[in-house]
Structure formats: C-alpha cells, structure tokens
Nanobody
C-alpha cells in the first residue's frame, strides 16, 4: 500500500509559477513510476506528466511541454511538478499517482494509487 499526499496548490496569476509536491509513504517509493494528472470542472481527468522509477525518463502532455517539469527525489519519497508560465486553462485539481511498474505512461488505469488532489487556480 502507498499513501500519497499532494501539496503546493493555490491561486496564481497567469504567467506565474507553482511547484506541486507529492509525498509518498508506505512501500518502497523508488520502485514506483509516478505521474501527475489533472481534472478541471466538467472535464475528464487528463494526463499531465510521468516519470519512471529512477527519474531517467519523463514524458509530458503536449499542452504542458516546455512549461512543466516533473522530477523526483527517491531519498525523500517525493515527486514534484514545477509549473511555469501558467495559463488559466491550467486551472484544475492536480493529482499525483503511483504505478507499480518501471514506467507508468499516460493511461490513468495503469496507476495503482492516487492522492487526494490539490487545487490550482490560475487567474487571467
């Protein structure tokens, strides 16, 4: 069992930055691929970014590529999402997720554990 707790969300103006954190507890964090997803009101949950267990491989949704960076610190059991040049359309609840595999991918059904989410609101 893995417990995930996100933090770092908030209200920011367009063009600003935020860094989300997701702290994991339970089984060995370094054996899990990690991902970030988001869900805006009235929309389905969508993939944002993923990172493999070692941190050597990352992948991003086209909508955030070049603006967001996913990283992890296995010693601290934490995955991060640095978000720059935020846009109003980035407004959503952001969730981190853990997949019991080398690489999680973009499909949310590949992920086994989910956090409770943190709200990010970008004002225009």
């Amino acid at each position: 069992q893995v417990q995930l707790v996100e933090s770092g969300g908030g209200l920011v103006q367009a063009g600003g930055s935020l860094r989300l954190s997701c702290a994991a507890s339970g089984r060995t964090f370094s054996s899990y691929a990690m991902g970030w997803f988001r869900q805006a009101p009235g929309k389905e949950r969508e993939f944002v970014a993923t990172i493999n267990w070692s941190g050597s491989t990352t992948y991003y949704a086209d909508s955030v590529k070049g603006r967001f960076t996913i990283s992890r610190d296995n010693a601290k059991g934490t995955v991060y999402l640095k978000m720059n040049v935020l846009k109003p359309e980035d407004t959503a609840v952001y969730y981190c997720a853990a997949a019991n595999s080398y690489y999680g991918g973009i499909d949310p059904y590949r992920y086994d554990y989910w956090g409770q989410g943190t709200q990010v609101t970008v004002s225009s």
